[in-house]
């Protein structure tokens, strides 16, 4: 999903909107692109121009989803996962 991100904040520098369609039946998708066998979207995203801006997500201003706290996700010189030995 770090592609999708960079994608969208990149749209945004260059003053394009992004949307994250999320109401299609994986089938449907698969028969409207012809997707081949073994190959899976795991995202669908519409980029263009837009008229404005709006100042919250609209998951937010809809009651979708809340915002995130970010004092909860975010990390300063901490590392949460285990150590991996790279065999460097």
Known sequence: MTAVQSLML?????GLGTGWVS???PEELRRAL???EGVEA???LCVGHVDRFEERPELESAGW?????LAGI???EVHDGPVVDLGG
């Open 65 to 69: 989803a809340e915002r995130a706290d």
């Open 74 to 76: 975010v990390r300063h």
């Open 42 to 44: 795991v995202a669908v």
């Open 10 to 14: 990149a749209a945004r520098c260059e």
């Open 34 to 36: 012809e997707l081949s």
């Open 23 to 25: 109401i299609l039946e």
